[in-house]
């Protein structure tokens, strides 16, 4: 999976577990249901609950009966967090090296790194004020559920 999917699948993923009240083993979605919804491969689904796992925003259970679940509210769990679990960035790029002896090749680089961590940081900041809860509420048949 490329990096740039990442992000998006966990959101979805959280999204989902949010709306099937999924907070305990009992509730566990497999990792089937949630690539349905995405729609994605359960191995990507399994690599990206992994991270939000590891980063302990939620709990999985392997096997037959497995699946995964919230181990937060997700009023409480915010986009930077889970950008930040499954290691997303504002995918601009890195800059290359750029060529010795250039004055351009030579500075250039930097300006644009520093540009590129200034987007990214701005993206985090934005991302810091939405929640998973927040999701759901662009989602009218999941609220009309709940």
Same mark, same amino acid.
């Given at each position: 999976?490329?990096?740039? *999917? ?21 509730? $566990? =979605? ?5 690539? %349905?919804? =995405? ?9 990206? @609950?992994?991270?939000? %796992? ?21 009023? @409480?769990? @915010? ?10 960035? %504002? *995918? ?11 004055? =351009? ?6 300006? =644009? ?11 985090? $900041? ?6 998973? $809860? ?7 048949? $999941?609220?009309?559920?709940?």
């Amino acid at each position: 999976m490329s990096d740039s *999917q990442r992000f998006p699948v966990a959101a979805h993923a959280l999204a989902y577990l949010a709306h099937k009240g999924a907070f305990a083993a009992e509730q $566990a =979605v497999s990792s089937a249901v949630l690539a %349905a919804s =995405v729609p994605t491969n359960p191995v990507v689904v399994r690599r990206v @609950t992994a991270l939000l %796992a590891k980063a302990g925003l939620i709990a999985t259970r392997p096997g037959a009966n497995g699946g995964a679940w919230l181990l937060r509210q997700p009023q @409480t769990i @915010t986009l930077d967090q889970v950008l930040r679990a499954v290691h997303g960035c %504002a *995918q601009l790029g890195c800059p290359p090296a750029g060529a010795k002896g250039c004055p =351009v090749g030579e500075s250039i680089p930097r300006a =644009v790194g520093a540009a590129i961590k200034a987007a990214d940081e701005a993206a985090g $900041a934005r991302l810091a004020q939405i929640t998973v $809860a927040d999701l759901l509420k662009e989602c009218p048949a $999941a609220v009309a559920a709940e």
